[in-house]
């Protein structure tokens, strides 16, 4: 098989960042597809749109394209799949999760939805059998970065070395050009160090969700792994387009997230509103501010932006072109604490 390096076929190229150390170079934003799954989390969703969605990121230079089993329990993957049918293989970066199984009981239980009860499994066996999965739903014979989705709860119940051996012969073998590791707190995170070579962890950061920043982000600033981040706009959150009354609706992504309960909205509205003047002067969404102020954070770190419709992620898209000064960034990271502050 042929590894090439991402092309920018209409759009203009952005800046690039290398992915850790994996002589992987793609722009500092990704396309996100755990909403194109559909399902009880988020609804239903036309195929067709998510496809269209997906070329046009790639139109735009967005070629890291993300996605996991678990998302729609296969149903991501199978449009991924079919949207990749229209693009040559070495224009995208593709990533997939494993270690979450819905395939029988054996792992530790994570949850069940839809019908399926899903167990973390990160033995050898496990995650090789979901990337074999993926590989066939997806209709490739590699991809360019598997992550384990979530980690075990007890420490050491599947040794990381185990997994990580796993991983490795996997890259060796070419099914795998990158290894990455998501959801991981510090002891976990050294211990993937300590056996190979990481190039990427996905986590949640948002400029009111900043747990990364102060111990992941160093380490990974440290030791040439990239950070990439999830829910960048917190669901939807902070693109200003949430009404104060707005109530998730039961056992959708959204309900019992602290910020998305009826009595925050209005006061993170209250911030958004705060920053008029902003979106003004760099003529930008509420979404453009939060993406860009996300990706300044460190040049380690790549922002992975939800999308299903074409309008999404061509506002997404216009994120890194906004010129914000330093002095702004460190204007809403002070509004941000402050609210944070009043919360806690």
Known sequence: MSFGQPFFKKGKQMETREIGKSGIRTNAIG???????????????????SIDTIHRAVDLGITWIDTARVYG??????????????????SVIISTKCALQ???????????RDGHNVYRNLTPASIRKDLELSLTGMGLDYVDILFTHWQCREYG??????????????KQEGEIRAIGASNVDIRVLQDYVDVGQLDVIQEKLSILDRKPEATLLPFCEEHGISLQTYSPIEQGLLSGKIADDYIPAGG???????????ENIPKVNQMLRGWADLTEKYNCTLTNLAVKWNSMLSPNIH?????????????????????????????MKHDADTLIAAMS
Request: aromatic letters at 10%; hydrophobic letters at 35%; a negative charge.
């Open 157 to 170: 119940l599947v040794p990381v070395a185990e997994t990580m051996g796993e991983l490795i012969r996997m």
């Open 252 to 262: 959708s992504v959204r309900d019992g997230k602290f910020w998305w309960k009826q």
């Open 73 to 90: 329990f296969g149903h991501s993957e199978e449009v991924v799949g079919k949207a990749l049918k229209g693009l040559r293989r070495d």
């Open 31 to 49: 396309l996100g597809c755990w909403a194109i799954g559909g399902g009880s989390w988020w609804g239903d969703n036309d195929d067709q749109m």
């Open 102 to 112: 819905w395939r029988n009981s054996e792992g530790e239980y994570h949850f069940s």
């Open 303 to 331: 922002v992975l932006c939800g999308a299903r419709k074409i309008s999404q992620i061509e506002d997404s898209a216009r994120s890194l072109d906004i010129p914000m000064t330093q002095e702004d960034f460190l204007r």
